[in-house]
């Protein structure tokens, strides 16, 4: 793996279970086994570096749904897997994190992240669409749609202050949560 890659992947593991404030250049070096000045001569910013990372991540998640979509299963099934995808990974909720990094953002910036965010939902709206027209559910509505499924997907990784979750495990929390969501779209 070329080392900028190594750096970016490294970066992004730590962002997501640390947060943006937690992790510095230094740590994303140590961690990535490189000189700090490796570090910055890929990623002359933390916050070049924190978009780049989140860039890939989203990048990656569209990647993974629209590999799940193409699958040859139900509607129905496609959604459950992509529910069980989201909640097998450590959630920092990336809508908090951005929010908190983003006044250290630039517009250009913000505006990229944005865009790579959209494409997720688009790819959602899309499959909706497409599920619809051929008749698998009812739905006037797609874009909405993608955004409640998205939110209802937090729901399922959701803790208490005792670290007890709404649901036994991940399966439990994506069968339920595609089966609510399914009674309000199915034919």
Request: contains cysteine.
């Amino acid at each position: 793996m070329p080392t900028s890659q190594h750096i970016l992947y490294t970066a992004s593991r730590l962002f997501m279970e640390n947060g943006y404030e937690s992790v510095s250049m230094n740590m994303v070096a140590q961690h990535s086994g490189v000189t700090k000045a490796s570090v910055y001569y890929y990623f002359p910013t933390k916050n070049e570096l924190f978009v780049a990372c989140m860039v890939a991540v989203l990048v990656n998640v569209k990647q993974r749904i629209e590999t799940i979509l193409a699958q040859p299963r139900s509607f129905r099934e496609r959604l459950v897997l992509i529910a069980q995808n989201y909640l097998r990974i450590p959630q920092v909720h990336m809508d908090g994190m951005i929010e908190k990094v983003k006044h250290h953002l630039s517009e250009e910036q913000h505006e990229r992240l944005n865009s790579h965010e959209n494409a997720l939902y688009e790819a959602l709206e899309q499959s909706f669409t497409d599920a619809a027209k051929k008749g698998e559910i009812y739905c006037e509505e797609p874009f909405l749609t993608a955004h409640l499924y998205v939110s209802m997907l937090k729901v399922g990784e959701r803790r208490y202050s005792n670290n007890e979750t709404l649901f036994a495990s991940n399966e439990e929390a994506a069968d339920k949560i595609v089966a609510f969501l399914w009674r309000g779209i199915h034919k």
